[in-house]
């Protein structure tokens, strides 16, 4: 089992930043790529970033390059997820996922341990 805990939410204005933290506890972080995926209201859940084990690969969707930044800290088995020059297109709950490979992807079926998530709200 893998536990999964979003933190770092909330209310912001355009233009604003935000930084998510995602801390896991079980099954060995280390050894799992990341993932953080969104889901807004009436909308399908998609994908917004991923990062290998090590870090040293990350990807991220169209819609958040050069914006949000995906980074790791296997010693405080975190994962975070910076983001700048938000939107309101950018409003949603934001969940952390841990994949069953060690490689980054952007495939929802390869997470198999999810979060609650987390509501991020940008405010035009």
């Given amino acids: 089992q893998v536990q999964l805990v979003e933190s770092g939410g909330g209310l912001v204005q355009a233009g604003g930043s935000l930084r998510l933290s995602c801390a896991a506890s079980g ?3 280390s050894s799992s790529a990341m993932g953080w ?5 009436g909308k399908e859940r998609e994908f917004v970033a991923a990062i ?4 040293g690969s990350t990807y991220y969707a169209d819609s958040v390059k050069g914006r949000f930044t995906i980074s790791r800290d296997n010693a405080k088995n975190t994962v975070y997820l910076q983001m700048n020059s ?4 950018d409003t949603a709950v934001y ?3 841990a994949a ?3 490689k980054a992807t952007q495939i929802m079926s ?3 341990y999810w979060g ?3 509501q991020v709200t940008v405010s035009s």
Avoid: M, N, V
Wanted: with cysteine; proline share 7%; charged share 30%.
């Fill in 110 to 112: 390869e997470y198999d």
């Fill in 52 to 55: 290998s084990w090590r870090g």
């Fill in 100 to 102: 069953r490979a060690i």
């Fill in 95 to 97: 969940y952390c996922a």
């Fill in 27 to 29: 099954r060995t972080f």
């Fill in 116 to 118: 609650q998530g987390t």
């Fill in 37 to 41: 995926f969104r889901q807004a209201p």
């Fill in 86 to 89: 938000l939107k309101p297109e």
